[in-house]
């Protein structure tokens, strides 16, 4: 995401809509997309690497306000690698 683009208000649920929740992030959102299957279906949690932070699940957010979406492939089976310093930015 780019740091100085504006915020939107971006409305999700859980598949039986039983937990609803907004979120405010660009309306151009870039997101991982994880091949780790121990973290099953979660619509927002604190992830390990940024536990000052949330993740939202892109695929529970409502249409409507986002204008578009690049997806970047995590290797989340070796999620140590990812980050060999730590909490933070993927290595580039």
Request: proline content about 9%; hydrophobic content about 30%.
């Amino acid at each position: 995401m780019t740091e100085s683009a504006p915020l939107i208000e971006h409305t999700g649920s859980c598949h039986c809509v039983r937990v609803r929740f907004s979120v405010r992030a660009p309306a151009q959102l870039e997101v991982s997309e994880c091949n780790c299957s121990v973290c099953g279906i979660k619509s927002f949690y604190v992830p390990r690497s940024h536990p000052d932070g949330y993740s939202v699940n892109v695929r529970c957010l409502e249409p409507g306000t986002i204008a578009s979406l690049r997806v970047r492939p995590f290797n989340g089976r070796e999620w140590e690698a990812q980050y060999p310093k730590g909490r933070g930015e993927l290595p580039t």
